[in-house]
């Protein structure tokens, strides 16, 4: 497959971003007519294209008042869609799906200019929602299939347990995974019976817009899944409604930092809805002594490194046992230092660019702070302007403590830290520490110890061997954080379940609970009575 050549378009000024060359004025109009905004609205945002530094195209943005009538459109949308037998909504999915794969260069060319990394981590997007789109269109049904139980006289008492769409569900996307983050909640929620309103985060737009047209044209209703953009401030309040005024969506769907999640949380409280909040991580790997080094360094640098370090679960934190610490440390500086970094549209770069001016700042910041207090620098350890404007160097710290931002505070971009125990214990007590609880990784030969090990380790996903894909890519198990990193999880049964309410249906048959007509209840209570000694008895229910 070919990746479509970059030149600056000639719909563009000197003032704008380079960007690919078959997007045109036209096709950035096309996607814009499905920002949800009053046509009245004048209003625009323009991002900055991390490979020059310069605007990329300009955006409708949505107002609070917009959004309560996205909202309100999605609301009226999903009462028919919710109807529809499960084959018909399950196959706009997958005809979704193949029209991502035949055309994904255009949106990994969208994700590059809007965000930056690397063409691979690009194409991981791709893999992955691809991967969701089929996995919930053919096993979805069964995750929300009825579920018959006992009822309350068994034989008399018929009860099911069924799953109900919630209604409206708001998702609030990073853009650090512009398609896979934005995309991969949006589907199953869709599958479900639910309408949809997404923020659309303000670095990446086009991706998301983008993709919603590709969803149109696989059939999606026009309204049941709208795009709003603009400041959190505003449209992110305004999706989840208030007590005191608009009602918004009946479930809201947040992956960002912990600050902002907190945020959510509290007001989803507020409005009493349910609140999936995906968050910040310091995620450890672990060496353990009889660990194959060669192969632990690689998947460090691959889970610590890609997409330039800028993903929730990649690795930080790297704790290395002393029999291996001196031949890992070697390892991983070579296998770091070999990476190629840069800004291309083609696959021939390991690395590429931070998304932001703010990312390039905390990044350079920790490793600055921590250099200043004594750490050393084994790899890396600078921005590279002559690369790209926002182009930092993959790096390896050793000598961190605990006074230092970069120990435990996450910074989000390509740094690790190497810390030496002498212990399995004492290597479980520092992959605890701090507040996060995201992902981990352990490496040993002997997996049957790490399994156990990993028991011991408070984090939501733990990858023995690998560094973080393996959990994450395995789309049958919940993905999601403990402590600080989050509450509920994506993927899996309950990434669907989570956009349902559990309704119990119960039918009596010929006769009623309670006391027969004519009984004394005095008799009823002492028959009930008799009744509960037997069941002790035969160990029932």
């Known amino acids: 497959m070919t990746a479509p050549t970059t030149t600056t378009s000639a719909t563009t000024s000197a003032t704008t971003s380079v960007r690919p060359g078959w997007v045109t004025d036209e096709r950035v109009a096309e996607w814009n007519r499905w920002v949800f905004r009053d046509p009245a609205g004048t209003a625009t945002s323009t991002a900055t294209a991390p490979y020059d530094g310069l605007p990329t195209a300009p955006v409708p943005v949505s107002t609070a008042a917009d959004v309560a009538d996205a909202v309100a459109s999605a609301r009226r949308a999903q009462r028919p869609w919710a109807q529809l037998p499960w084959a018909n909504r399950a196959g706009v999915v997958l005809r979704f799906h193949d029209l991502l794969v035949e055309r994904q260069d255009e949106v990994i060319d969208l994700i590059q200019w809007e965000m930056g990394k690397a063409r691979f981590s690009a194409w991981q997007e791709i893999l992955q929602v691809a991967n969701i789109a089929r996995h919930y269109a053919r096993h979805g049904r069964h995750y929300l299939g009825t579920n018959k139980v006992r009822g309350a006289m068994p034989g008399l008492t018929k009860v099911r347990e069924v799953r109900v769409p ?38 990446t737009p086009l991706t998301l817009l983008w993709t919603r047209a590709l969803m149109a044209e696989a059939g999606l209703p026009t309204d049941l899944w709208q795009v709003v953009v603009g400041p959190g401030s505003v449209v992110g309040d305004a999706l989840i409604g208030s007590p ?12 960002g930092s912990t600050a902002t999640g907190r945020s959510v949380g509290r007001r989803a409280g507020e409005m009493l809805i349910a609140a999936s909040l995906e968050l910040g991580g310091k995620n450890p790997l672990i060496v353990l002594a009889d660990a194959d080094v060669e192969k632990a360094a690689a998947g460090c640098v691959a889970a610590a490194f890609a997409n330039t370090g800028q993903m929730c679960i990649h690795i930080e934190r790297v704790i290395v046992h002393d029999a291996v610490y001196d031949a890992f440390r070697s390892a991983l500086v070579a296998a770091t230092e070999a990476l190629t970094l840069g800004q291309t549209f083609d696959y021939s770069v390991d690395v590429g660019s931070l998304a932001s001016p703010a990312q390039l700042e905390a990044v350079t910041s920790h490793v600055a702070s921590a250099v200043a207090a004594g750490a050393r620098v084994l790899a890396g350890g600078r921005a590279r302007p002559d690369l790209g404007p926002l182009v930092h160097e993959p790096t390896v710290l050793e000598g961190v403590t605990e006074e230092m931002p970069v120990c435990l505070e996450e910074t989000f971009g390509p740094v690790v830290s190497l810390y030496r125990v002498g212990s399995d214990q004492e290597a479980v007590l520092k992959a605890n520490e701090g507040r996060y609880g995201l992902s981990a990784s352990i490496w040993s030969r002997n997996t049957g110890a790490a399994e156990a090990l990993a028991n011991r380790i408070r984090s939501g996903s733990v990858n023995v061997n690998d560094g973080a894909a393996a959990a994450a890519g395995s789309i049958e198990a919940g993905m999601g954080g403990m402590g600080d990193s989050g509450l509920g999880r994506r993927h899996g049964a309950e990434g669907m ?45």
């Open 497 to 541: 379940r989570k956009y349902t309410e559990s309704q119990t249906v119960a039918t009596q048959r010929l006769v009623p609970l309670g006391p027969p007509s004519g009984m004394a209840l005095e008799r009823f209570v002492g028959l009930g009575n008799a009744q509960l000694r037997l069941l002790r008895r035969l160990r029932a229910r």
């Open 166 to 203: 919630k209604g409206v569900i708001g998702m609030i996307s990073p853009w650090n995974y512009p398609l896979y983050l934005a995309v991969g909640d949006v589907l199953p929620a869709l599958l479900a019976g639910n309408g949809v309103v997404s923020k659309a985060d303000s670095q």
């Open 244 to 255: 005191d005024g608009t009602a918004g969506v009946d479930h809201i769907c947040f992956t």
